[in-house]
Nanobody, 126 residues
């Protein structure tokens, strides 16, 4: 069974950094897309960043694109999101998700989410 385990959230002051991790297991596909979404209270879930496993192509949402780096360790099937210069508006629950059949879709989104991971809370204080 495919499992995604997210970690790395926490409380950080504005201007600080966090590295989120998403450990994926239970699948053998070499061509998949995996990414981060976030949801702030009262807002819809939005795509943050996505990476395609087969070519390493990366995509970012406009609010984070100059402050974030998504990467993947294919040997360990662990995806990382390094976020720098965090802002209070980055506060939310961050979810990782995977599409087992193709890479990233339009921008930082997946064509089809096969599995969502449990969220990890990120809180940025001003």
């Amino acid at each position: 069974d495919v499992q995604l385990q997210a970690s790395g959230g926490g409380l950080v002051q504005a201007g600080g950094s966090l590295r989120l991790s998403c450990a994926a297991s239970g699948f053998s596909s070499d061509d998949f897309g995996i990414g981060w979404f976030r949801q702030a209270p009262g807002k819809e879930r939005e795509g943050v960043a996505c990476i395609s496993s087969i070519d390493g192509a990366t995509y970012y949402g406009d609010p984070v694109k100059d402050r974030s780096t998504i990467s993947i360790d294919n040997a360990k099937n662990v995806m990382y999101l390094q976020m720098n210069n965090l802002k209070p508006e980055d506060t939310g629950v961050y979810f990782c998700a995977i599409d087992l059949h193709r890479g990233c879709g339009l921008g930082p989104y997946l064509y089809n989410v096969y599995r969502w991971g449990e969220g990890t809370q990120v809180t940025v204080s001003s």
